[in-house]
T-cell receptor, first 112, second 114 residues
Framework: KAGVTQTPRYLIKTRGQQVTLSCSPI?????VSWYQQTPGQGLQFLFE???????NKGNFPGRFSGRQFSNSRSEMNVSTLELGDSALYLC???????????FGQGTRLTVV | DQQVKQNSPSLSVQEGRISILNCDYT??????FLWYKKYPAEGPTFLIS?????DKNEDGRFTVFLNKSAKHLSLHIVPSQPGDSAVYFCAASAGTGTASKLTFGTGTRLQVTL
């Protein structure tokens, strides 16, 4: 079956702009989580959506937001981009209960 | 506050030998643990998991051991193969065993040499 699909794979934005990243989970998975990976902070949890509702949230500023659609696809938005937002953004899907989370290949965001 | 720690940033092992990767955690609410393998610029690949009600889980060449009293888990890879060379992350979640909010360690880079 198809894995987790993230688009786009690479993105370059200017400081102050906003960006939207997309994630299509594995078919049947209802939970989508987002993570940020940077060399300094490692892999950090951003937020999780389950059945179109944000169920968990990490310690990130309000500039980071997301949403989930009825087909479980999710989008993540970052407004007023800062240089420090440059990172690999990863999406993971799971059934939402017991079981492992499967990751997409990520979107590499570069803010210049 | 690093709740999941992987104190060895790197590990080198000869092909065919055992690789042992270690992970410590501080949050006693963690009840589900996972190991992921990651290559640069790619997403982590799930390897194996263990629930806090078990102390061992095995899948092929991979075995994870959990010592709850010591808040320690380890991943054993036997035998190690060159294709195992990657960064390995330990991750943990709290409450209901869900894998949907994971706290990751900083990773251990494993190099399997010929």
């Amino acid at each position: 079956k198809a894995g987790v699909t993230q688009t786009p794979r690479y993105l370059i934005k200017t400081r102050g702009q906003q960006v939207t990243l997309s994630c299509s989970p594995i078919s049947g998975h209802r939970s989508v989580s987002w993570y940020q990976q940077t060399p300094g902070q490692g892999l950090q949890f951003l937020f999780e959506y389950f059945s179109e509702t944000q169920r968990n949230k990490g310690n990130f500023p309000g500039r980071f937001s997301g949403r989930q659609f009825s087909n479980s696809r999710s989008e993540m938005n970052v407004s007023t981009l800062e240089l420090g937002d440059s990172a690999l953004y990863l999406c993971a899907s799971s059934f939402g209960g017991q079981g492992e989370a499967f990751f997409g290949q990520g979107t590499r965001l570069t803010v210049v | 506050d690093q709740q999941v720690k992987q104190n060895s940033p790197s590990l080198s092992v000869q092909e065919g030998r055992i690789s042992i990767l270690n992970c410590d955690y501080t949050n006693s609410m963690f009840d589900y643990f996972l190991w992921y393998k990651k290559y640069p610029a790619e997403g982590p690949t799930f390897l194996i998991s263990i629930s806090s009600i078990k102390d061992k889980n095995e899948d092929g060449r991979f075995t994870v051991f959990l010592n709850k009293s010591a808040k320690h888990l380890s991943l054993h890879i036997v035998p190690s193969q060159p294709g195992d060379s990657a960064v390995y992350f330990c991750a943990a979640s709290a409450g209901t065993g869900t894998a949907s909010k994971l706290t990751f360690g900083t990773g251990t880079r494993l190099q399997v040499t010929l």
